[in-house]
Each structure stands twice: as C-alpha cells, then as structure tokens.
C-alpha cells in the first residue's frame, strides 16, 4: 500500500449516520441480487465515499468480514471510473458471500461497479 493509504481509505469512507440517512433519503438506488446501492451527490470532494452495511442475513462474522474487506477492495479499484463527489452506500444482500466464492471478487466488483453507474445515471 503507497505512503498514506490507510489515511486516504479513511477519509474515502461514509462512516457517521448523519451521512448515511442523507445517503438514502435524497439519493438514488439500484438493486441486483446481491448488492443495493445508493448513490447521493453532495457535490464536495474529489473523491467517492463508501458505506457499507453488511447484516447477519450475509453470513456469521467471519462471511460479513470478507464481503466487506471485498467490496472495499474493489471500490477502490473502480473508483477512478465513478463521478467525484457521490457518496455510495452499498447494502449486501443474503446471498453476497456465496457469490464471491462462485465467481470471485472481480465479478462482484463488476456488478458492483454497474450497479454504481446506474444509481449515479451515468455510463462508461
């Protein structure tokens, strides 16, 4: 990880629920099967924000642990190719786990990253 990494992947994290309820009242959705993600521009920043909520239904601890650890990994991989200044809260859905180990990380940050596009209204 390059010098500072850890305090960039901070400061790119909706962390307080303040922001989150922002997220999902005035933001826009998109669902598949294993994801939901809301995406809400607060026209600030040069940078996406992530959220995550990741409940019991995903798995036991050790399942919601690596769903998230995933969906960050592969946020950060896609986030050069999202609108700068959207907040994303992405909701794993039952199921989320399972996918990972039927088709692999990537494929769920590819539905990941559709699923982003959607919500924001824009495509690549």
Do not use: C, W
Request: aromatic share 6%.
């Amino acid at each position: 990880m390059p010098d500072g990494g850890a305090r960039r992947g901070r400061r790119s994290r909706v962390t307080r629920s303040g922001d989150f309820d922002s997220v999902y009242r005035r933001g826009t959705s998109a669902a598949g099967r294993h994801l939901v993600v809301y995406a809400f521009a607060r026209g600030e920043g040069d940078q996406p924000r992530l959220g995550l909520s990741v409940g019991k239904r995903v798995g036991g601890a050790v399942e919601r642990n690596r769903v998230k650890r995933v969906l960050r990994e592969e946020f950060a991989r896609i986030s050069g190719a999202l609108a700068p200044g959207v907040d994303y809260v992405v909701i794993a859905r039952a199921g989320a786990h399972e996918y990972i180990d039927e088709r692999g990380a990537r494929a769920l940050g590819d539905r990941l990253g559709e699923l982003a596009e959607k919500a924001t209204g824009t495509r690549s």
